[in-house]
Nanobody, 124 residues
Framework: QVQLVESGGGLVQPGGSLRLACAVSGRTNSAYAMAWFRQAPGKFGEFVAALNWSGRNKYYADAVRGRFSLSRGNGENTVQLQMNSLKPEDTAVYYC?????????????????WGQGTQVTVSS
């Protein structure tokens, strides 16, 4: 059974930084893309960032490009989302997702495996 576990959320002041991590277990095929999505209160979920498993191809939403950075973690089957210059509008529950494809995409339908989510709150 595939499981994704996120960590690293919390409360941070505007302009601050947080690093989210996602660990995947129970999957034998390592050639799959990973992504982060987020959902703010009262809003639809939205794509944040994605990468293929080699980490060479990365995509970012316009709202986070230049501030967020997605990379593979030190351990196998892990990814990290470094979030800098955080804004109040970044407040949301952030979800890690694993794709059924090798190429990274921005549609949530491409990702059958999801974590439980981690809360990120940006507030003074």
């Amino acid at each position: 059974q595939v499981q994704l576990v996120e960590s690293g959320g919390g409360l941070v002041q505007p302009g601050g930084s947080l690093r989210l991590a996602c660990a995947v277990s129970g999957r034998t095929n390592s050639a799959y893309a990973m992504a982060w999505f987020r959902q703010a209160p009262g809003k639809f979920g939205e794509f944040v960032a994605a990468l293929n498993w080699s980490g060479r191809n990365k995509y970012y939403a316009d709202a986070v490009r230049g501030r967020f950075s997605l990379s593979r973690g030190n351990g196998e089957n892990t990814v990290q989302l470094q979030m800098n210059s955080l804004k109040p509008e970044d407040t949301a529950v952030y979800y890690c997702a694993a794709s059924k494809y090798a190429r990274p995409g921005t549609a949530d339908a491409e990702y059958p495996y999801w974590g439980q989510g981690t809360q990120v709150t940006v507030s003074s």
